[in-house]
């Protein structure tokens, strides 16, 4: 990486305004540094932002870490680089992407869990609706035509919701031509209902996963910004 001077001096100048983030929210540490982050791109050679991209990749799914990170920022520095200050900004650069990354990720996955959370209460109202006719025809054998209102418009919207929650979970929709197709409709329900609620939790965990390793990245930002602002001090205060 060349020029890492100029972008150690603008970014230590930025990191005098962003102050040390001492008990700054995240959206205020992130706000602040992407503010430095616009005013450094422009300085990066050319191919640098593909690596910054790779690496982000790595940072955000936890394939690496910010250890790794520096590592792999120390190759990409030419130059004397004793203190380390090209490093410093090639891994801010990463963390910056990696924490967009982490970002539309989570809006992907909040989507997706609130169109299980949909699906789900879909199947527990048809689950409803079943128990209805199952009791309505109580005493009949599955081939026995089973008195009941339609459900193909009530299996449409389901399948549709099923659709939407990118699951691999589908359903076939026709209309029950006997109790027994009845009794095999609520079987069905009930074990779509038990995977809907696992899947559920697990994108939960997903959320949670995908928010710890943003907080993560946001600290090591944060500190990133308190050294630069430190180190601006500390020269300003050896030129007086």
């Known amino acids: 990486m060349r020029l890492t001077s100029t972008l150690l001096?603008?970014?230590?100048?930025?990191?005098?305004?962003?102050?040390a983030s001492c008990g700054a929210?995240?959206?205020?540490?992130?706000?602040?540094?992407?503010?430095?982050?616009?005013?450094?791109?422009?300085?990066?050679?050319?191919?640098?932002?593909?690596?910054?991209?790779?690496?982000a990749g790595d940072l955000a799914s936890g394939r690496s870490n910010e250890e790794i990170v520096r590592q792999q920022a120390a190759g990409h520095v030419t130059g004397e680089d004793p203190d380390g200050y090209g490093t410093e900004v090639l891994t801010f650069f990463v963390m910056m992407d990696?924490?967009?990354?982490?970002?539309?990720?989570?809006?992907?996955?909040?989507?997706?869990?609130?169109?299980?959370?949909?699906?789900?209460?879909?199947?527990?109202?048809?689950?409803?609706?079943?128990?209805?006719?199952?009791?309505?025809?109580?005493?009949?054998?599955?081939?026995?035509?089973?008195?009941?209102?339609?459900?193909?418009?009530?299996?449409?919207e389901l399948a549709s919701s099923l659709r939407q929650s990118e699951t691999w979970i589908t359903l076939s929709v026709r209309e029950p031509l006997d109790v027994g197709d009845l009794?095999?409709?609520?079987?069905?329900?009930?074990h779509m209902k038990d995977t809907m609620g696992e899947l559920g939790e697990m994108n939960q965990l997903?959320?949670?996963?995908?928010?710890?390793?943003?907080?993560?990245?946001?600290?090591?930002?944060?500190r990133i910004q308190k050294k630069a602002s430190e180190t601006n001090s500390s020269i300003i205060q050896n030129m007086k």
């Open 183 to 190: 009794r095999a409709l609520i079987r069905d329900l009930e």
């Open 98 to 156: 990696a924490v967009r990354i982490l970002d539309k990720g989570f809006v992907n996955n909040q989507k997706r869990t609130e169109a299980i959370g949909k699906a789900k209460a879909g199947i527990d109202g048809l689950i409803g609706t079943v128990n209805g006719d199952l009791s309505n025809n109580s005493g009949k054998d599955d081939s026995d035509p089973c008195a009941c209102g339609s459900y193909e418009p009530l299996l449409n």
């Open 25 to 55: 929210s995240n959206a205020e540490i992130l706000s602040q540094a992407r503010s430095v982050e616009v005013s450094l791109m422009r300085y990066l050679p050319t191919g640098m932002v593909d690596w910054i991209h790779a690496e």
């Open 9 to 19: 001096a603008l970014l230590l100048i930025a990191g005098t305004a962003i102050l």
């Open 206 to 222: 997903r959320l949670q996963a995908y928010d710890d390793r943003r907080s993560q990245i946001i600290n090591a930002i944060s």
